[in-house]
């Protein structure tokens, strides 16, 4: 859009108006009038609206004297200073910078025509903002006004014409003709240049049309007719007019996909829409009918255009310039699955419509998608929300078809339009903004995820609504009065004449036609009035609730409870074989668990209707009735079943046959009848699980019959249809679960259950009446307390076992899975090398291409020649392209600073012309001292040269070896040698050595013994050629001499030959004595005897050094690459060549992909002053330098420093910059990761197009820019790779000036494919106020600026959910491909691994019974290389991302979505929800959604392990910490989501447990194995107080029971972190080998690895349970810096007081207690046995944050901590206050989620609470004080004591409010009385009441806890305590209590800090990865010391 057509005159402007402060005058700037500006009277035309203006500007075009005024650069020469064009108001960015950044660029050149593009830009900045009210506009406008006036004479003396107007053309007119001159050039040597030109004469165009304007008609007829191409600023494809000498518009496909796009024959309406813009394309014309954006439009054309070249190239077997209807096809089928599916969902016709004639066909196929395709671009926040965008498009499609075809309006009787045609915002206004509201109302109401999920509708409620034909009652044109439009859920019972919801349902429904369904809203009659009401929940409720994880995976329990029951029942009856359980008695006994089966499922029916209660509204009718008739069916089934047992046990008489046999008579009972019956349903079910093509025909069908067949198992649901997965799938998994399931039961019956039976009949048996308590439940039999504590902790192991069970079949099947598919196929260096030879052939099948050949000529060739196949691996090209593709590998290495200059030369191999006959010459690095090998071998061997040749050649290695020094000796020695007499004598030596070879004489003609001497002096000489120093020529000279002595005297047995040859020389002389006396000391040195220095040829130059590292390297070369990284890198692309992957396709042929990189407020690159600045003790680029010590080196070296110290003067600062980002987890060393993706793309195109015979001459274009093959390859490049980095606030940090955004321009610059992506928000004037307005927008960067592209408008702001989703939304549009790539900014990627991307995209291709729609990859952390934690979480990472996601994928068939190197299929994505769900709060953990949102929708997960990615993790303790509290805290939001319950419900059984316990499983596993721990102590502490324990020892005589013992260890198995250990062995063994892997798994628990595994489990159950149960789940930022520095004792309690802290030192005081009361009558051994584990959980519950924490034990910081402490702990809180300032406002903060949570979770909470007075209850009576009296006057007097003591704290309290300050000595002799009376109490208690000391320690054992319970009532009732007055007191206490825990943390910290020992092997425990690779850690914790100081 032309600003010009829209922008008032300036020059004609009144200044009297002072309140624009546009154009201010002299009186009000106090400057005076600029000349040329022509006063006027200001116009108050109200109809004028900025669009547009008859005021023109006057310009002075004669050559006359114009009235200069006086200028502030008078008397000097102007010198030329750019205008800031970066900083400018966000309202006026978009539409001022382009004129203002052409100014600064032409401002040397061209002064006059700078200063009009400035003044130009005051004109527009003027007319968008007359009043000057929009932040910063008013200083932006003074500022450029002042400088105009500064500039005005110096310019127009400048001026080379008489007029502005003219000296405008003229520039105007250079830049064009240097357009036309070089446009048709592909050079990129000009490119840049071009860019920048066209760029400047379009602004200049702009600029010459509103002068032009404004200078009259005269001069409008001088300027230029046609419209300006020049330059439109475009992303990939320049399709303006002056694109087409672009090579990317060259190509074929891209010329088809253009003609089909611009084919606008035979639509209607094109003489209209052509008056408005003459070159019109598919996209215009859908533009001007439906009213879409510019932007968009734009942006769509080229989406899809993109997507037709690629499509149509894969399709078109021949380079076709016409679209072929097979591209178009797949398209067709891709964009429109899902709306078709949807259409056939809701039975209603698909409104695309296509004529019979092809090319009509193809045009309307094209409309169709480009409508699509521009719905989804702006539908904003609607596209997660696809079938809302598939209303959207079905109305619109059927007013498409209606224009297409001439259809004529019902009502109107005129031609169809669209509902909403018109303006240009039209959609977004009147259809997405609406919906857009609903949504961010809906949102509104989550306050921050405060409150409860079914209180508000989120995105997935809203998407369901168009599940249903009720959506269709919205009509169209929407009724925006509709049910669905209402957010107010207040209003629906106070509406008394609103119609029911199924009144309109069954209204809706009855609209079965297209035309009720397209037709006009009908006026609101006066009858149907009526409010909207608040929908509610859409088919499911998102309820907080433990019953959920029942309910979405009830059948897993169902079977679990009836399985245990089934055992229970068979221990009691003392089985000894299997096969008695068809006893008739005892299986109608166990036949009993389906009265259980009734009963659950009755539950299940239950909370089926409670749980979707609040969805009433939107489910039908049907789903109702079903759910009702269920419960009743359970209902019935409940009474029935056990009315038959309890009859048939009571009759039965029907017994075994004699012998006992299950073969004999059959005895049928009444129940098992009905057990039959009951099992009919199952059976069905049964049929269907085994056969499983029958369920999803069944499922996915429409007709009646499969429609009644599934409604009554399944709620009809979109989606969760046909999820069914292949026979041969379902067989695996099935066999992996029933192995699984066979060991878990054989353990729990033998080992749990069956010894448990025989100790319960005792107890049972018992009567035990004498308690050591005031038992309140007297009258209970059979010890049932007793027996309940025993069971309890077993039967909570037995339910949650399976996961260990699960972690060792995982290990098991993914090591044997990885073992057959080659992983670990080189491991070691010394396997690389034995393997090297083999590399090229593995990476030509794999990574080249194959010959495309006719298929006849194929066949032919490979019937005839069976070799064929291998012949084409070995055919000339084959080992060059590995060659070269090796070399850029290396390359990249020395790039990336992991490998030297040495190490890069000794690992290259040279690129030669012999490379086209085969042969090799392999990397020094696998030749290292093969050559001395040789030489030794030769010099100790005794016997023929036939035998010695044969044991050389057994190494093929030394074998190249020795023949590659031979010649190169004999190269370098031709090209040295010029003299004629020492060439020929040269020549006869080595002829007679190879006379010598071809006679194998060589033994009898050499003295062997003496080749070592000619080695070494080979040596020297080749020294002193790679030195090329001129000064030692007489050195060379030497040596060559000593050289020919050599071989001549002492070499050669027989060397009279030579000496034959120089005394014929010496005969022709004529002077025999003189020849020997005076001419063999000067051989060769005479001065044209030698060519030295050599020719400065590059060949020759490698040749010589390469023969020098083939002489001098020895053994250390076999270490070579040295660094770690370089090492792993390398031999895991060796590994992935064996391993299975497809075919890699050519360039042009391969699927295209985006790359999606979100980014907020992360590192882009570490700035200069977080490089050096040491705040955190020592400075980042210190911490690196230590850190990574050889890749310093490096560094330097690549940047020829000397210096190793670290920074200096010498380092350019953006290169130390980027040396320290690239190695933290930054956003710039993530994007020169994936932008390795485009440089190997551009080098395998360049092998594609290349003939084999001119890649040696070729190559190097490659990385040139100058000429047209590198721009073909940039072409073919950009077509199928695009990088998008969303930058969400990268507009506000330009126009804050923040640093970051100079660094993301600086990655535009360095990466000119890479593509910014950001929202814009700024004001925009309305009516004279102001209103925030929201743009997506694309930026590029050109000419050093960054250039806007495309700009979506908004309906308001992106950020209504969770912001990373939110954000790749906006972004989303940007991306191109039929792939997409989401990586995080916290990942890398490397040359190597990027060269397998076309293989992975091909897996898209493969058809495996379904495609696949989301690709897995593996990721490699590479944080984990210093400290132990990292090492830890590296190692756990890497064993879930590898054997973990390895068995999700295949057999298990549940891998969803774990993080971001998945590809996804983008299209697929893109038409179903995105990539990512975004509903605050319930979407935690936005990824993983993805994945389950495709399995839902019948996608296909796969993982494969042949390609990686880098990515960075957490470090310290507290990140870790942190990050596993973020994720269970999604976890638990998962168990509530509706995806995780339609998963449960709609898989199959085997795949349903896959799902539960690879998801939330996991983490309520953990969560049990925690409660079983408190389970077991207090019920061991029940037995203990009550005396039930003893009594059953001394009395029963019931010793250690095994099966307890065997549940403990069980779950200790999970505690002790060892169920992470498995699979960690196991992958590393796979990997590295098996010995390594137990080496490093040894040293991981000497590391203290146990501890910190069991601490992270604790992490997961506090943050999961406490989640489910009162919500408050957020996104915790751990940062990304890679230092790890000390952690404050304030920070470590803050964050593990409540989850780790507390329920530590419960443990804890529970252990001492159980130890206390049990001593008497238990041994210490069991004691042991049974409570060792709690023991470690609990100390490393208290003390592992100090254990992990650097300088944990020193003492200087010790001091520290203890002062920060009590700061934290005594300082007042408040609003502002942070909790790390404050312990009030941490407190505070902690307990918030209290406040938001409903009634059953307060309930719930304060039952909890009590545990502590029941605690208490049992420890009262074993008071001395009490005199054994077992009264509950006893307890109730104990909480007089306790009352006693709180009143006794609160009148202190008081005291110190009102005396401290006063009346202090008051105050201090009040304390003293009360403490004494205190002592007297006691003292008078223990004459008279014998209290004892021990009572005293029991009472605080009982009365402390107690305290604790009270404070936790009191902040679940906080209200009700604030109402009484006891909060503040409360707020006391809980200080007192928090105070009291950390100095018992403290103390025993602070004692060992005493001891020197303890911190030095703290810090070798914590870094002693770091200590084997020889790191220097110490000076890091020393600059941390020192800075403390």
Not at 1690 to 1699: D, K
Request: aromatic share 12%; with cysteine; glycine share 6%.
């Amino acid at each position: 859009m032309h600003i010009h057509t829209r922008s008032h005159n300036i020059y004609t402007l009144c200044p009297c108006n002072l309140s624009t402060a546009v154009l201010y005058s002299k009186d009000f700037l106090g400057i005076p009038q600029m000349a040329e500006i022509v006063l006027a009277e200001p116009t108050d035309d109200p109809n004028q609206n900025s669009a547009g203006t008859s005021r023109r500007r006057v310009y002075d075009t004669a050559d006359t004297k114009r009235p200069f005024i006086r200028s502030l650069t008078l008397g000097r020469e102007h010198v030329p200073e750019p205008f800031d064009s970066e900083k400018l108001p966000v309202t006026l960015v978009s539409e001022i910078q382009k004129f203002l950044r052409v100014a600064n660029q032409i401002e040397v050149e061209e002064p006059r025509v700078a200063y009009l593009c400035r003044f130009h830009a005051f004109e527009v900045a003027h007319n968008l903002d007359r009043n000057s009210s929009g932040r910063g506009v008013r200083q932006f406008k003074t500022s450029l006004l002042q400088r105009l006036e500064q500039d005005e004479e110096v310019t127009i003396r400048k001026r080379r014409e008489k007029s502005d107007l003219r000296e405008l053309r003229r520039v105007y007119r250079q830049y064009k003709d240097y357009i036309i001159k070089h446009g048709g050039e592909y050079t990129l040597e000009n490119r840049e240049r071009l860019i920048r030109a066209r760029a400047i004469a379009s602004i200049l165009f702009e600029v010459l049309n509103t002068v032009t304007s404004a200078a009259g008609s005269q001069a409008h007829a001088e300027t230029e007719n046609a419209r300006s191409e020049f330059y439109m600023p475009y992303n990939i494809l320049p399709l303006d007019q002056g694109g087409i000498p672009h090579a990317i518009m060259q190509l074929p496909e891209i010329k088809a996909a253009v003609a089909a796009v611009r084919n606008v024959r035979s639509l209607p309406f094109l003489d209209d829409f052509r008056r408005q813009t003459p070159y019109l394309d598919l996209f215009d014309w859908l533009q001007f009918c439906f009213g879409f954006q510019k932007g968009n439009v734009a942006n769509q054309r080229e989406h899809l255009i993109l997507l037709l070249a690629n499509t149509h190239v894969r399709h078109s077997h021949k380079q076709s310039s016409k679209l072929v209807d097979g591209a178009l096809d797949a398209l067709m089928n891709k964009f429109f699955k899902n709306y078709t599916e949807w259409c056939k969902f809701l039975n209603r016709k698909s409104n695309i419509w296509l004529p019979y004639l092809k090319q009509d066909s193809q045009q309307h196929k094209l409309l169709y998608i480009a409508l699509y395709l521009l719905i989804w671009g702006e539908a904003a926040n609607l596209r997660f929300m696809p079938e809302c965008l598939c209303y959207i498009f079905h109305h619109m499609a059927s007013e498409l078809h209606g224009m297409l075809s001439g259809a004529l309006s019902m009502i109107t009787g005129e031609r169809v339009t669209p509902a909403y045609g018109g303006g240009s915002e039209n959609f977004l206004n009147c259809i997405i903004s609406p919906i857009y509201e609903v949504i961010l109302k809906e949102a509104m109401k989550n306050r921050n995820g405060t409150t409860d999920h079914s209180t508000w509708r989120n995105y997935d409620d809203l998407n369901e609504f168009f599940w249903s034909p009720d959506c269709f009652g919205i009509g169209w044109p929407m009724r925006l009065d509709h049910d669905f439009f209402c957010a107010d859920p207040l209003k629906n019972d106070k509406t008394k004449k609103s119609r029911a919801p199924n009144e309109i349902r069954e209204e809706a429904r009855r609209e079965n036609n297209e035309d009720d369904e397209m037709g006009g809203n009908s006026p609101t009659t006066a009858n149907d009035t009526r409010r909207p009401i608040w929908l509610g929940k859409t088919n499911f409720a998102e309820i907080r609730s433990f019953w959920q994880i029942f309910r979405s995976f009830d059948r897993m329990w169902s079977f679990l409870i009836l399985s245990l029951q089934a055992m229970i029942i068979m221990a009691c009856h003392d089985l000894e074989s299997p096969i008695q359980v068809f006893d008739a008695s005892i299986l109608e006994d166990v036949m009993s668990i389906f009265i259980t089966s009734a009963v659950l499922k009755l539950i299940q029916a239950i909370f089926d209707i409670v749980f979707t209660w609040k969805a009433r509204r939107t489910m039908d009718t049907a789903h109702r009735r079903k759910d009702v008739l269920k419960m009743v069916m359970a209902m019935m089934w409940t009474i029935i079943l056990p009315i038959f047992y309890a009859k048939s046990r009571g009759k039965y008489t029907c017994y075994s046959t004699r012998n006992g046999s299950w073969l004999g008579e059959w005895c049928y009972s009444s129940y098992m009848i009905a057990v039959a019956f009951y099992l009919t349903s199952n059976a069905v079910n049964m049929v269907l699980f085994l056969v499983p093509a029958v369920g999803r025909y069944i499922e996915t069908s429409n007709t009646q019959m499969c429609t009644m067949l599934s409604w009554w198992t399944r709620p009809r649901l979109y989606i969760g249809r046909g999820m069914q997965e292949s026979q041969v799938s379902l067989l695996k998994y099935t066999l992996f679960w029933m192995l699984l399931l066979l060991s878990k039961f054989s353990f729990s019956y033998t080992f749990e259950i069956k010894p448990l039976i025989s100790p319960t009949r005792q107890i049972m048996r018992i009567g035990i009446k004498n308690y050591d308590w005031h038992e309140l439940f007297p009258k209970v039999k059979s010890n049932a307390c007793a027996i309940a504590a025993i069971w309890s902790p077993i039967i909570l192991v037995y339910f949650m076992d399976a996961q260990i069970w699960y972690s060792i079949y995982c290990s098991v099947f993914g090591g044997v899975y990885g073992i057959l598919h080659h992983l670990g196929e080189i491991r070691t260096q010394g396997m690389l090398r034995s393997k090297f030879d083999t590399l090229s052939s593995a990476f030509n099948a794999c990574l080249i291409p194959p010959q495309s050949k006719d298929n006849k000529e194929w066949i032919t060739d490979w019937l005839c020649h069976p070799g064929f196949l291998k012949d084409l691996e070995n055919k000339k090209g084959g080992v060059i392209k590995f060659v070269l593709v090796w070399n850029q590998i290396i390359s990249s290495f020395r790039d990336e600073d992991i490998i030297s200059n040495r190490e890069m030369d000794l690992m290259i191999i040279p690129m030669s012309s012999e490379l086209y006959s085969g042969r090799v010459y392999w990397p020094v690095f696998l030749l290292a001292n093969k050559l001395s090998t040789a030489l030794s071998i030769a010099r100790d061997f005794v016997g023929k040269y036939d035998t010695l040749l044969k044991r050389i050649r057994k190494d093929n290695y030394m074998y190249l070896v020795v023949i590659e020094c031979y010649e190169s000796l004999k190269y370098i020695l031709d090209i040295l040698v010029v003299g004629d007499l020492e060439r020929r004598i040269i020549s006869g030596i080595i002829d007679e050595f190879e006379e010598s070879i071809g006679k194998s004489s060589l033994l009898e003609d050499l003295h062997i013994s003496k080749v070592q001497d000619l080695y070494a002096k080979c040596i020297d000489l080749v020294e002193l050629l790679v030195d090329g120093n001129e000064d030692h020529h007489y050195k060379v000279v030497k040596v060559l001499q000593d050289i020919f002595e050599l071989v001549t005297d002492d070499l050669l047995v027989n060397g009279s030959r030579t000496l034959d040859l120089l005394h014929a020389y010496q005969q022709l002389e004529g002077d025999e004595t003189e020849f020997f006396s005076h001419f063999e000391p000067e051989l060769f040195a005479s001065s044209h005897s030698i060519h030295f220095p050599l020719p400065d040829s590059d060949p020759l130059i490698e040749k010589i050094k390469r023969f020098h590292l083939l002489l001098t390297v020895k053994d250390k070369a076999m270490y070579i690459p040295s660094n770690l990284e370089a090492r792993r890198r390398i031999s895991f692309f060796a590994t992935s060549l064996f391993m299975d992957m497809p075919k890699a396709p050519k360039v042009r042929t391969m699927l295209s992909f985006s790359v999606l990189t979100p980014h907020f407020m992360e590192e882009v690159k570490f700035s200069k002053k977080e490089l050096h600045s040491a705040k955190e003790g020592v400075s980042i680029n210190f911490y690196m330098q230590r850190i990574y010590p050889d890749e310093w080196e490096n560094f330097l070296e690549r940047i020829g420093s000397e210096k190793p110290d670290s920074v200096n003067d010498e380092i350019n600062e953006e290169d130390l910059r980027d040396w320290a980002s690239f190695r933290g987890q930054t956003l710039s060393r993530t994007v020169r990761g994936m932008m390795y993706y485009r440089k190997a793309l551009k080098l395998q195109a360049f092998l594609d197009m290349t003939e084999d015979d001119d890649i040696i001459q070729s190559y190097d274009a490659i990385d040139k820019e100058n000429d047209t093959l590198s721009a073909q390859l940039d072409a073919l490049t950009d077509m199928k790779f695009t990088h998008v980095v969303s930058c969400q606030i990268y507009g506000s940090q330009k126009s804050s000036g923040d640093p970051q955004a100079q660094d993301i321009l600086d990655l535009m610059k360095r990466y000119p494919a890479l593509r910014v992506a950001y929202v814009e928000e700024k004001e925009e004037i309305v009516n004279g106020g102001t209103r925030k307005v929201y743009s997506s927008v694309l930026v590029r960067a050109v000419n050093g600026f960054d250039q806007e592209i495309y700009r979506i408008k908004l309906p308001g702001s992106p950020n209504i959910g969770e912001g990373k989703p939110e954000n790749q939304n906006h972004s989303i549009i940007f991306t191109r491909g039929e792939a997409l790539q989401a990586i995080d900014m916290n990942q890398d990627n490397y040359l190597e691994e990027s060269l397998k991307m076309r293989n992975l995209l091909q897996e898209f291709q493969r058809v495996q019974g379904r495609r696949p729609t989301i690709l897995g990859m593996r990721e490699h952390i590479f944080t984990g290389s210093v400290s132990s934690l990292a090492w830890f979480m590296s190692y756990q990472e890497t064993s879930f991302v590898t054997i973990g996601q390895r068995i999700l994928a295949n057999p298990l068939r549940v891998r969803f979505h774990y993080g971001h190197p998945d590809l996804f299929d983008r299209i697929f994505h893109l038409t179903r929800g995105g990539i990512s769900k975004a509903s605050k709060t319930i979407n935690l953990s936005e990824d993983v959604y993805a994945g389950f949102n495709t399995t839902l929708r019948k996608g296909y997960v796969t993982y494969h392990e042949y390609i990686q990615v880098g990515k960075g993790r957490d470090v310290g303790l507290n990140q870790i910490s942190k990050y596993e509290a973020k994720v269970a805290n999604g976890n638990s939001e998962q168990t509530l989501s509706r995806d995780i319950y339609r998963l449960g419900r709609r898989f199959d059984f085997f795949r349903m447990l896959s799902c539960y316990f690879t998801t939330v499983g996991f983490y309520f596993n953990s969560l049990i194995s925690m409660i079983a721990v408190y389970v077991f102590l207090y019920g061991q502490l029940y037995l203990v107080l009550s005396g039930l324990q003893r009594s059953l020892l001394l009395e029963a005589k019931v010793k250690n029971i095994k099966s307890l013992e065997t549940a403990l260890a069980s779950q200790s198995f999970i505690q002790l972190g060892l169920l992470t250990g498995l699979p960690m062995v196991i992958e590393i063994g796979l990997e590295r080998g098996f010995l390594n892997a137990i080496k490093d798994f040894v040293l991981m628990q000497l590391q203290l690895a146990s501890v910190f595994f069991t601490f992270s489990y604790g992490t997961k159950s506090h943050y999961y349970g406490r989640t489910i149960l009162h919500g408050g789940a957020k996104y915790r930022p751990t940062g990304r810096k890679v230092v790890v520095f000390h952690s404050s004792f304030t920070e470590n309690y803050r964050l593990y007081s409540r989850s780790h802290f507390v329920k530590g030192f419960e443990l804890l005081l529970l252990l001492i207690v159980y130890d206390l009361f049990r001593r008497s009558y238990e041994s210490s051994k069991a004691y042991v046995l049974i409570t060792y584990a709690i023991w470690f959980m609990s100390m490393t519950w208290l003390f592992a944050p100090f254990l992990f924490n650097p300088s944990g034990f020193d003492w200087g910081k010790i001091v520290d901590d203890w002062t920060d402490w009590n700061k934290w702990i005594k300082q007042q809180g408040g609003i502002g206050i942070q909790q790390d300032k404050s312990w009030h406002s941490w407190w505070n903060e902690e307990q918030a989620h209290l406040l938001h949570s409903g009634i059953t979770s307060l309930i719930i909470e304060l039952l909890l609470s009590f545990r502590f007075f029941i605690y208490q209850y049992g420890l009262v009576y074993h008071l001395d004080i009490s005199g054994k009296s077992k009264n509950f006057l006893v307890y109730v007097l104990s909480w007089v004591v306790i009352v006693v003591i709180f009143l006794l704290l609160k009148v202190v309290n008081l005291g110190k409010q009102y005396l401290s300050a006063n009346f202090h000595m008051a105050f201090r002799l009040f304390k003293v009385i009360l403490f004494l009376g205190v002592v007297a109490t006691i003292v008078t208690l223990s004459f008279i009441c014998d209290l004892s000391l021990k009572d005293l320690i029991i009472c605080c054992l009982a009365f402390l806890p107690t305290g604790w319970g009270l404070i936790l009532v009191s902040q679940t009732l906080r209200p009700k305590m604030e109402c009484i007055g006891l909060w503040e007191f409360t707020r006391v206490f809980a200080r007192a209590y928090d105070y009291g825990m950390g100095v018992l943390l403290f103390f025993p910290v602070a004692v060992l800090a005493w001891l020197p020992i303890i911190s030095a092997f703290q810090t070798r425990f914590l870094f002693n990865e770091a200590f084997s690779r020889r790191l220097q850690i110490q000076p890091i914790l020393a600059g941390k010391k020192k800075k403390r100081r």
